[in-house]
């Protein structure tokens, strides 16, 4: 079985100029979920899943709208074009709140679940298990498992929480690496270096490193992340796609 992770995009807090911010495809057993909605990404996923009707579900990490704002779009596709039902969404309750601000309750185009800590469910042929992270606000990391291929997806958070809390055997972790070294802990952030760290106690097989501020050194993460994690790890950038498993 195996996973596909495509990258909608790969900047934190705010897009760059040539840059979404942060959302990823993930496709496995037949199943096709959007994880993360930043600005940008909507447009991207159409790209790589154009027939929008083949979206089995979306994940929102969390409340900053960089992981969020397309899903507004998607509510109004949904609703307005192809008036479908019941689509399974995955989000926080202040997220639930905002978005019922701006277009009411999310039914009936998605099914929404509010997150906790610890909660499992399952989208069509995949499994999630959702961890609170260490981050301003509810936010939730994600397991996500493709008979027996794994995805580990640590959303934004702190030094405070770290990827084995999504268990062992991660063939592939993504996570996040906004900072350069010299602010490590200024935010509850990781640096390169942090992300490497955590991804190597957790002993994930694979360190593809996410959600840079505009302007960072993506090679100087790259080799900061490396070497923190013991092996070479991946810079990630839009349009790039990691599958894992056999
Ligand atoms: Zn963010
Ligand atoms: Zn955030």
Redesign the pocket.
């Known amino acids: 079985m195996t996973l596909k992770v495509t990258v909608l995009g790969a900047t934190?807090?705010y897009p760059s100029p040539d840059g979404a911010c942060s959302g990823y495809l993930v496709e496995g057993a037949g199943t096709r979920l959007w994880l993360d909605a930043g600005s940008g990404t909507f447009a991207n996923l159409q790209r790589h899943c154009p027939d929008l009707g083949a979206l089995d579900g979306v994940i929102l990490?969390?409340a900053?709208p960089?992981?969020w704002a397309d899903v507004l779009g998607y509510q109004v596709v949904l609703r307005h074009i192809f008036k479908r039902q019941g689509v399974p969404a995955f989000g926080p309750p202040d997220l639930l709140l905002m978005l019922e601000a701006i277009h009411g309750p999310p039914g009936p185009e998605l099914d929404w679940t509010t997150v906790s800590d610890g909660l499992t469910a399952t989208v069509g042929g995949l499994g999630l298990r959702f961890s609170r992270t260490d981050?301003?606000?509810e936010?939730y990391a994600v397991r996500i498992d493709a008979d027996g291929t794994s995805l580990g997806y640590s959303?934004?958070t702190g030094t405070g929480w770290g990827l084995s809390a999504l268990g062992p055997g991660l063939d592939l972790a993504l996570c996040e690496a906004t900072l350069p070294p010299e602010e490590a802990g200024s935010i509850?952030?990781l640096t390169a270096a942090e992300a490497g760290r955590t991804a190597r106690e957790a002993g994930a097989r694979r360190l593809v490193l996410t959600h840079f501020q505009p302007g960072v050194d993506r090679e100087r993460a790259r080799a900061l992340g490396s070497e923190a994690f013991g092996a070479p790890v991946e810079v990630a950038t839009e349009g790039a796609c990691y599958e894992v498993g056999s």
């Open positions: 934190g807090s990490s969390h900053h960089d992981h981050h301003q606000g936010t959303a934004d509850p952030h």
